[in-house]
T-cell receptor
Framework: NAGVMQNPRHLVRRRGQEARLRCSPM?????VYWYRQLPEEGLKFMVY????????ESGMPKERFSAEFPKEGPSILRIQQVVRGDSAAYFC??????????????FGPGTRLTVT | DQQVKQNSPSLSVQEGRISILNCDYT??????FLWYKKYPAEGPTFLIS?????DKNEDGRFTVFLNKSAKHLSLHIVPSQPGDSAVYFC????????????FGTGTRLTIIP
């Protein structure tokens, strides 16, 4: 059973460019979460999605950031007009649908975004 | 407002001894708690979880204890092994886990051979 997959693993963007981060959840998982880890800090929640629905985006910056989880294909975290402060590790996690006994979130390897 | 706190940034333990990592939380609405282990340049790996209706959960060398009245949980690893050296994050959520996780800042555990 393949784990959570993220690509690219490393992404370098110049200030003002767009960054697109992709996440494929574990097979059978219908919930996707995005987290960001700044250097020397813990992970901070950004957004929680189910297929075609944003459930909780309370951790998303109000501007330049958006996320989607379409009916087909991976979840995408999009950052427009990147700035140096966006440099961080972005982690995606997935969890099983409702009705399962447990709700652990399983994480992908992360995408390390560097803005130059 | 740090709702989940890990007050020890680092911990060193002799191989074979017990490692005890601590975590405190302030939000009484949290009802599901998890521990993750993280190596550099990798994603967090799920270790063990506990629901607020329990006070202990055990899985092999890992045991998590929850003290709801004190809003405190701890992870015990026994015996500690060199491969346990990593950063350990405590996380909490409401709705018995089916929502966002709030993470502590992590404790770097070093196992001394």
């Amino acid at each position: 059973n393949a784990g959570v997959m993220q690509n690219p693993r490393h992404l370098v963007r110049r200030r003002g460019q767009e960054a697109r981060l992709r996440c494929s959840p574990m097979k059978g998982h219908s919930h996707v979460y995005w987290y960001r880890q700044l250097p020397e800090e813990g992970l901070k929640f950004m957004v929680y999605l189910q297929k075609e629905n944003i459930i909780d985006e309370s951790g998303m910056p109000k501007e330049r950031f958006s996320a989607e989880f379409p009916k087909e294909g991976p979840s995408i975290l999009r950052i427009q007009q990147v700035v140096r402060g966006d440099s961080a590790a972005y982690f995606c996690a997935s969890s099983p649908p409702e009705g399962e006994d447990t709700y652990e979130q399983y994480f992908g390897p992360g995408t390390r975004l560097t803005v130059t | 407002d740090q709702q989940v706190k890990q007050n020890s940034p680092s911990l060193s333990v002799q191989e074979g001894r017990i490692s005890i990592l601590n975590c405190d939380y302030t939000n009484s609405m949290f009802d599901y708690f998890l521990w993750y282990k993280k190596y550099p340049a990798e994603g967090p790996t799920f270790l063990i979880s506990i629901s607020s209706i329990k006070d202990k959960n055990e899985d092999g060398r890992f045991t998590v204890f929850l003290n709801k009245s004190a809003k405190h949980l701890s992870l015990h690893i026994v015996p500690s092994q060199p491969g346990d050296s990593a950063v350990y994050f405590c996380a909490a959520s409401g709705d018995f886990g089916n929502e966002k996780l709030t993470f502590g800042t992590g404790t770097r555990l070093t196992i001394i051979p």
